[in-house]
């Protein structure tokens, strides 16, 4: 079993930043992908960014290339999404996700799921 933690969620002008925290409860040596999604209000959960613990390859989604950038610290057990350049359209709430396997952009795939946190920003 899996548990993820979310933090770092908040209120922020357009055009700043915020930083999510995924705190991982353990890891493991198969491969796994850890994977931010995020949902607004009357929309479907839409991938935005994963990582493979394995190696660090990344995936983004087209929408937030160049302003989001996920990384982790395997000393920490901790997935980080730094979010830059923050515009009223990424306003949703974000969830951390974890699979068995590559990084998929379909959230059925996914195995675990943190609470998430609300990211609101203003125009």
């Known amino acids: 079993q899996v548990q993820l933690v979310e933090s770092g969620g908040g209120l922020v002008q357009a055009g700043g930043s915020l930083r999510l925290s995924c705190v991982v409860s353990?890891?493991?040596?198969?491969?796994?992908?850890m994977t931010w999604f995020r949902q607004a209000p009357g929309k479907e959960r839409e991938f935005v960014a994963g990582?493979?613990?394995?190696?660090?390859?990344?995936r983004h989604a087209d929408s937030v290339k160049g302003r989001f950038t996920i990384s982790r610290d395997n000393a920490k057990n901790t997935v980080y999404l730094q979010m830059n350049n923050l515009e009223p359209e990424d306003t949703a709430v974000y969830y951390c996700?974890?699979?068995?396997?590559?990084?998929?952009?379909?959230?059925?795939?996914?195995?675990?799921w943190g609470q998430g946190t609300q990211v609101t920003v203003s125009s």
């Open positions: 353990r890891r493991t040596s198969r491969p796994y992908a």
């Open positions: 996700a974890a699979r068995r396997g590559l990084i998929s952009v379909n959230p059925n795939e996914y195995d675990y």
């Open positions: 990582i493979m613990w394995s190696d660090s390859s990344t």
